[in-house]
């Protein structure tokens, strides 16, 4: 088979590929996450599209400077990828996503950087630790309730990205009432935040709170890991990933006993 092509992604050339599997040009996640994009590139980021031998878009990569990183960590000096994934399964196990990787790390390299890092966790939006575990990546911090982050150092004595903590505390900081808090760094956030905040009012006569992150210093200070998508109530985390209108029923049931 031949080997799938890597494609980068700019401002110049950003409209003329699907977002993240989202080929609606008017969606408004897709919007929105497109100028989130162009913002980021001049910080630093990087994306990459994998094409497979067809020229189809069967893959993604974005990564930047730890310092600018939408996630809850503390990675000044790596780099540090925000997602990666195939569109499907057929695509997995053909060496592409090491690929993308492997992309990643020659880029911090020739930008002089102490290594590559990656938030992973088993659960939904982000990637599990398999694919960078067999690249060469450590655990060096963890997080309730699975949270990993993983490192692939070029120096062994360089200190480790860590998580940066006190979650709870950032919880407890909303006070009273539903929060939800969201980004356009994932474009399906509009969509799970939207439907929450009209069901919210619906049927819980709960008018919620929204806090757009602006920048990659209030993601860094968000209450969860993940960072970019949160429900807080009365204080306390219920979600720290976007969810769906049912999983939010679901959650609520056992809130409002």
């Not at 990675?75 to 990828?81: K, L, N, R, S, V």
């Not at 990993?148 to 998580?163: G, I, N, Q, Y």
Request: aromatic content about 10%.
């Amino acid at each position: 088979m031949s080997a799938p092509v890597l494609i980068d992604i700019g401002s110049t050339n950003l409209d003329e590929y699907p977002c993240c599997g989202i080929k609606n040009s008017l969606h408004p996640g897709l919007l929105a996450k497109r100028c989130w994009l162009k913002t980021q590139f001049s910080l630093g980021l990087r994306a990459k599209i994998l094409a497979d031998p067809d020229g189809k878009p069967c893959g993604y990569i974005e990564y930047l400077p730890g310092e600018n990183a939408w996630r809850g960590v503390s990675a000044d000096g790596f780099m540090f990828i925000h997602c990666v994934w195939n569109h499907s399964k057929r695509h997995q196990r053909q060496g592409w996503g090491s690929a993308m990787l492997e992309a990643c790390v020659r880029d911090a390299k020739e930008a002089g950087m102490n290594g590559v890092a990656a938030l992973t966790r088993e659960g939904p939006w982000s990637a599990g630790n398999s694919l960078f575990l067999a690249n060469g990546f450590m655990l060096a911090d963890s997080a309730p309730p699975d949270y990993e982050l993983l490192v692939r150092k070029f120096r062994a004595k360089t200190a480790d990205p860590a998580f940066s903590g006190g979650y709870d505390r950032k919880a407890a900081r909303f006070g009273r009432g539903l929060t939800i808090i969201r980004s356009a760094q994932c474009p399906y956030i509009a969509k799970f935040a939207g439907e929450i905040a009209q069901t919210a009012e619906e049927e819980y006569h709960l008018k919620p709170k929204t806090v757009d992150l602006e920048s990659s210093k209030d993601a860094q200070d968000a209450p969860t890991p993940y960072a970019v998508f949160a429900i807080v109530y009365n204080g306390r985390i219920l979600a720290d990933h976007q969810i769906s209108r049912t999983r939010f029923r679901n959650i609520m049931k056992k809130v409002m006993r």
